[in-house]
C-alpha cells in the first residue's frame, strides 16, 4: 500500500509537534475561511485563533496524519477557555466541574488538501468520547462560520452567535455550540 492510499492515523499531540501545528493552522484558517470572511477579518482571525499549548500539556490534543502528512488537529478541555491560542486574552485555566459544566471542544482544524474526508469528525468523536470517561455530560465549542456545517451534522445546536473585536477593531464572527453527551 502506498502512501498515498494510507488509513488516517488518530494520535495524541505532543509538544514536538507544535511547529507542525502552527503551519496546519496558518493553512485551515487563511483557506477554509476565506469564503466566509473579508480578506480583514481572515487576518483578524490569526489574533483570535491558534496553538493553546495547554491542550498540548493536558494531553487532550488530537491529531490525525495521512498520507505522511499532519493532516487535522483538534482537542477538548476540561478547562473553562472556549477558544484560542496562547496569545488570546481572556483566557482561564481553572478547572470545570464535569456534572455541572460543559466540557470545551476546542482549536479544530483541516488542513485544505485534507478537507471533507471525515478527519474533523473523527478528531470530533474522540474528544466526545474521552470528555464522557471522565464524566462530562455535555460539551460546548466557538465554531468558525466555516466549521458550522461539521458541527451541525455531529448533533451540536446553536446557542448564539457572538463577535470578537480585534485589536485592529476588526470583528471575527463565531457561534457558540453546545451538545448534550
Same mark, same amino acid.
Given at each position: 500500500?502506498?502512501? #498515498? ?10 509538544? !514536538?509537534?507544535?511547529? %507542525? ?22 487576518? %483578524? ?5 491558534? @496553538?493553546?499549548?495547554?491542550?498540548? !500539556?493536558? +494531553?487532550?490534543? /488530537?491529531? &490525525? ?6 493532516? !487535522? ?6 478547562? #473553562? ?13 481553572? @478547572?470545570?466541574?464535569? !456534572? @455541572?459544566?460543559?466540557?470545551? &471542544?476546542?482549536?479544530? /482544524? ?18 466526545? +468520547?474521552?470528555?464522557? +470517561? ?16 461539521? /458541527? ?11 463577535? &470578537?473585536?480585534?485589536?485592529?477593531? &476588526? ?11
Amino acid at each position: 500500500m502506498s502512501a #498515498a492510499n494510507s488509513a488516517p492515523i488518530l494520535r495524541t499531540a505532543t509538544g !514536538a509537534d507544535a511547529a %507542525a501545528l502552527r503551519g496546519l493552522m496558518d493553512r485551515s484558517i487563511r483557506r477554509l475561511l476565506e469564503p466566509f470572511l473579508s480578506p480583514e477579518a481572515v487576518e %483578524a482571525s490569526f489574533e483570535v485563533m491558534g @496553538l493553546d499549548t495547554q491542550l498540548l !500539556a493536558d +494531553a487532550t490534543y /488530537y491529531v &490525525v496524519e495521512l498520507d505522511g502528512r499532519l493532516a !487535522a488537529s483538534g482537542g477538548w478541555s476540561r478547562r #473553562a477557555t472556549l477558544f484560542g491560542g496562547d496569545h488570546t486574552s481572556g483566557r482561564s485555566a481553572a @478547572l470545570l466541574d464535569p !456534572a @455541572l459544566e460543559p466540557a470545551r &471542544v476546542r482549536a479544530m /482544524y483541516t488542513d485544505p488538501d485534507f478537507a471533507r474526508r471525515g478527519l474533523g469528525r473523527m478528531i470530533l468523536d474522540a474528544c466526545e +468520547a474521552a470528555a464522557r +470517561a471522565e464524566g462530562f455530560r455535555a460539551a460546548e465549542l466557538a465554531a468558525t462560520l466555516g466549521g458550522l456545517p461539521l /458541527y451541525r451534522a455531529c448533533g451540536y445546536r446553536e446557542v448564539e452567535p457572538f463577535e &470578537v473585536e480585534t485589536s485592529s477593531g &476588526v470583528r471575527v464572527p463565531l457561534v457558540r455550540m453546545a451538545k448534550d453527551l
